[in-house]
Nanobody
């Protein structure tokens, strides 16, 4: 049983920073892409960032230069360091994994339950 558990969400002022962490269990994830998505109120879920099987990293244009994704295969964790947060970053953030490499529009196989990030003005 694959389980993904996010942590680190909370309330932060605009311009601040927050670090999200996702702990994965139930499987070996060496051959998996690990990534982050988010969903703001009234909007569709959107891709944020992903770390593929190797060192390849992918970011949405809206977060590039502000967010940094990292993974630790030994610990089966993936983190998202978020700097320069904006009110538009307010959303529920989801950790997700998929078998194989990342590509745009890829279906992710397993999802966490999400963690709330709220950025105030």
């Amino acid at each position: 049983q694959v389980q993904l558990v996010e942590s680190g969400g909370g309330l932060v002022q605009a311009g601040g920073s927050l670090r999200l962490s996702c702990a994965a269990s139930g499987r070996t994830f060496i051959m998996y892409t690990m990534g982050w998505f988010r969903q703001a109120p009234g909007k569709e879920r959107e891709f944020v960032a992903a770390k593929s099987i190797g060192a390849s990293t992918y970011y949405a244009d809206s977060v590039k230069g502000r967010f940094t994704i990292s993974r630790d295969n030994a610990k089966n964790t993936i983190d998202l360091q978020m700097n320069g947060l904006k009110p538009d970053d307010t959303a529920v953030y989801y950790c997700a994994v998929k078998r194989g490499n990342y590509y745009e529009g890829a279906r992710f196989d397993y999802w966490g339950q999400g963690t709330q990030v709220t950025v105030s003005s």
